[in-house]
């Protein structure tokens, strides 16, 4: 029944998900159609085809009263118009049988036409910035802060590397307000990060740079500090600068832990934790970075419990967050190891963090140079190892370093079982579970709903895109077109407005839907006056040129621009893609990744206290 629930589910989210693609992001496209639809009719122009929606070859269609053929048609993405008397839209629709023959139209009915689309981008993008603004659309309070909550020691920039943090280095400190990037003011988190990734400044060696100015308790500094690219997706290569920063967060306590120390110190929910042993917080992780130096000793808190300042003394505790695992290697190549796991049935009883539990145990991790490797993948359940069946970890380890001359691994894999011969001068061993330290409680979550003005949306949406597209003409940023996303990105984008891992409620993932399809058809809009042949800016200077000449230009070139700049677009297209689709299996490798270590990890608990 479970299994059951969990497909309805998964059906039901990914359903929701293609209803949000629809209707935002082939809708933003369907309604820029519409306008050039509707503002060639109104001018007189000859249409001779609207695809209400999709691309590519019809599915079924009908021809109305106006002469106009009506369609939909397979590939699942946009819209178009075909206008013959727009002589530049040849290499895009191709020839008309008559667009020779029509008669000429009026530099006005190109201007117009060309510029309903993206008019009526914007007025969608208007009406839509409305309903964020009624309706409100979902945050974090983290988010809309300008205060560094933490500073981490490091910073990964591949899977396999870490460098000290740029901001560790640059000497930024949490409690630190930052009042400008690159001499821009900033006045959230969001801002923040757009502005450090965007950035183009570099030092006299080439190394990118950025400089901050902060308010440090009433003093105003100039800080520089120098951001390292960090790989958010390893498979299309796609990073990013950061300089390893985290917003500040209320700490106000939500649930408390059964037997836990912050259950026996009296913390209470709703409790708001300033400080610890005298030390400002501003991030949950800075308490816990203190407190794993403290384990068992006794720490004071500094709260605000219904508006008044108290205190509470407090004994961390060191607890296990992962099970054990049994490791397998060759005594002469450690490296060269197979870690195991044991998996637990719903139901079954047993300390998960003791190896004598009885419990299947699988394959966890297989080092790339283990003889294993070649044969065997995580996930595989070991049977057994000679004549002894494996059923813990620690009959794993003790059938493992027995005297039975060269035992084999007998192993489970998709219902069937495959046997290692010898594993002579191997050895087992434990590895003891991953303990964490902790108080014992779990913040309030910080979700808010914003009600922006439709101009702070507009002007925001403004601002990202003239970051982006300055960011793409300069040399010195690191932003190029592979960091771009093109359909896939967005579609993917959009879809995940729909994950309850992101919104708890469907109506929160529709509002932020809402808040993004703003963007959206302000970029939609303001792309397309770009003044490049095959977008509708390319028209409207065609014919202002032509305007100006006095005279149409020639066709033939034209039409060679115009071919010239579909292949360019098109190209572009394809390669954006090409980062999009690594994007895409890049983040599936990661979630089986992420699902495969949610079976490492355990349920906290702490024990009962004792007398």
């Not at 020839?95 to 060309?114: E, F, H, Q, R």
């Not at 280095?169 to 409690?175: C, E």
């Not at 570099?202 to 901050?212: I, Y």
Request: a negative charge; charged letters at 20%; hydrophobic letters at 45%.
């Amino acid at each position: 029944m479970s299994g059951d629930g969990n497909l309805l589910q998964n059906l039901f989210t990914n359903a929701w998900g293609w209803v949000l693609i629809i209707l935002f992001f082939n809708g933003a496209i369907i309604i820029h159609e519409l306008g050039h639809f509707l503002a060639a009719k109104w001018r007189g122009l000859k249409v001779e085809r609207f695809s209400i929606f999709g691309l590519g070859p019809k599915i079924f269609g009908w021809r109305g009263k106006d002469g106009v053929e009506y369609c939909f048609c397979w590939i699942p993405f946009g819209a178009f118009v075909a206008l013959p008397q727009l002589a530049d839209m040849k290499a895009l629709e191709g020839d008309s049988d008559d667009a020779d023959t029509l008669p000429s139209i009026s530099y006005a009915d190109k201007m117009i036409v060309a510029f309903a689309g993206p008019f009526f981008n914007l007025v969608l993008a208007v009406l839509l910035a409305t309903a964020v603004w009624v309706a409100g659309t979902p945050t974090r309070s983290s988010v809309e802060t300008n205060v560094i909550g933490y500073v981490t020691p490091e910073l990964s920039i591949d899977a396999e590397t870490s460098v000290p943090s740029p901001a560790a280095k640059a000497g930024l400190q949490p409690g630190d307000r930052i009042l400008q990037i690159d001499g821009e003011p900033v006045t959230d988190f969001q801002d923040i990060s757009m502005l450090i990734a965007t950035g183009s400044g570099r030092d006299a060696a080439g190394n990118p740079r950025v400089k901050l100015l902060i308010d440090r308790d009433g003093d105003i500094l100039p800080i520089e500090a120098f951001p390292v690219l960090s790989t958010y997706n390893e498979r299309s290569g796609r990073d990013i600068r950061r300089i390893g920063i985290a917003p500040a967060q209320n700490l106000r306590v939500g649930a408390i832990m059964p037997n836990s120390p912050a259950e026996r110190a009296g913390l209470q929910p709703g409790d708001m934790i300033k400080a610890v042993d005298g030390e400002k917080l501003y991030n949950l992780r800075s308490l816990n970075d203190y407190i794993d130096g403290h384990v068992g000793e006794t720490v004071t808190l500094a709260l605000i419990r219904d508006g008044k300042p108290i205190t509470l003394e407090v004994s961390p505790a060191s607890v296990p967050w992962t099970k054990p695992l049994a490791r397998l290697a060759p005594i002469d190549q450690p490296e060269a190891y197979a870690e195991f796991m044991p998996m637990y049935e719903p139901g079954e009883s047993g300390n998960p963090a003791s190896p004598n539990t009885e419990a299947r145990v699988i394959l966890f991790d297989v080092a790339e140079n283990s003889p294993l490797a070649d044969q065997f993948h995580p996930g595989d359940t070991l049977l057994s190892i000679g004549s002894t069946p494996v059923n813990s970890l620690s009959s794993l380890i003790a059938a493992a370093n027995a005297d039975e001359p060269g035992p084999a691994l007998t192993f489970s894999q998709e219902g069937k079982d495959y046997v290692f011969q010898g594993i002579d001068d191997w050895q087992a061993s434990l590895v003891d579970p991953i303990t964490m330290a902790m108080i014992g409680f779990s913040l309030q979550d910080d979700l808010i709903i914003a009600h922006p003005t439709p101009p702070e949306q507009f002007v925001a949406s403004l601002r990202m895109i003239g970051r982006v597209l300055g960011s793409l003409v300069s040399p010195r940023s690191d932003i190029g077109f592979k960091d771009l996303n093109g359909a896939i990105g967005i579609g993917r984008l959009v879809h995940s407005f729909s994950s309850p891992d992101i919104f708890e409620t469907k109506w929160d993932g529709f509002r932020a839907a809402l808040a993004f399809a703003v963007i959206l058809n302000v970029n939609l809009a303001l792309l397309n006056l770009l003044p490049i042949p095959v977008l509708d800016g390319g028209h409207m200077t065609i014919a202002t040129v032509s305007k100006l000449l006095g005279r149409p230009m020639p066709r033939s070139l034209i039409e060679a621009a115009t071919g010239v700049f579909v292949v360019l677009l098109f190209g572009l297209m394809a390669y954006i893609t090409l980062f999009d689709s690594l994007d895409w299996v890049g983040d599936a490798e990661s979630k089986r990744q992420a699902i495969r270590n949610q079976a490492y990890y355990i349920p906290v608990a702490f024990p009962e206290k004792t007398e």
